[in-house]
T-cell receptor, first 110, second 113 residues
């Protein structure tokens, strides 16, 4: 089983708040990813990282930002949450093999 | 660019029925192919994979064969169970380096007793 953890699992919060979604992996993978999953199930890549101090934007434009200060940690931050940010966020990591996913954070902005 | 097309859902089957979920792909070169499964309230789990033409991936009774001539990777299971109810994603990637994964849109499977 892959060891990749996301917290919190669920978050309901008001508009304008700053939010950080945590993602950690214990597999030593150099590559990490953030996906946004809409209610129709489709996955959209919003950020990825090749390794420490590397971050890139994905295919879907997002107002969120990410950082990669440590190999195992890839947090995602929203400076000022809006209702349009309501979604499920999935974190993944990989070495040379397939991507492994965390269980996701379901975010609701009121 | 690369793309993955999988059959629309939802698919509803009775327990012990035969399952096929179609998946075709378009890619430059020879990607690795995957099926991921997402159970309710969880993230995606790798179900099976195939890395070259004619390879057959299998796991938990599910199978899929990498068909280069038809650019397909259809998922099959001989006898589904209620516990197989989930969303199934077909995907492709070029492993090694930065491996962008191209996902299909997902097919929801519901198995009824």
């Amino acid at each position: 089983e892959a060891d990749i953890y996301q917290t919190p699992r669920y978050l309901v919060i008001g508009t304008g708040k700053k939010i950080t979604l945590e993602c950690s992996q214990t597999m030593g993978h150099d590559k990490m990813y953030w996906y946004q999953q809409d209610p129709g199930m489709e996955l959209h890549l919003i950020h990825y990282s090749y390794g420490v101090n590397s971050t890139e934007k994905g295919d879907l434009s997002s107002e969120s930002t990410v950082s990669r200060i440590r190999t195992e940690h890839f947090p995602l931050t929203l400076e000022s949450a809006r209702p349009s940010h309501t979604s499920q966020y999935l974190c993944a990591s990989s070495g040379d093999g397939p991507q492994h996913f965390g269980d996701g954070t379901r975010l609701s902005i009121l | 660019g690369d793309s993955v097309t999988q059959m629309e859902g939802p698919v509803t089957l009775s327990e012990e029925a035969f399952l096929t979920i179609n998946c075709t792909y378009t890619a430059t070169g020879y990607p690795s192919l995957f099926w991921y499964v997402q159970y309710p309230g969880e993230g995606l789990q790798l179900l099976l994979k195939a890395t070259k033409a004619d390879d057959k991936g299998s796991n938990k009774g599910f199978e899929a064969t990498y068909r280069k001539e038809t650019t397909s990777f259809h998922l099959e299971k001989g006898s589904v169970q209620v516990s197989d109810s989930a969303v199934y994603f077909c995907a492709l990637s070029f492993l090694g380096g930065y491996q962008k994964v191209t996902f299909g849109t997902g097919t929801k499977l519901q198995v009824i007793p």
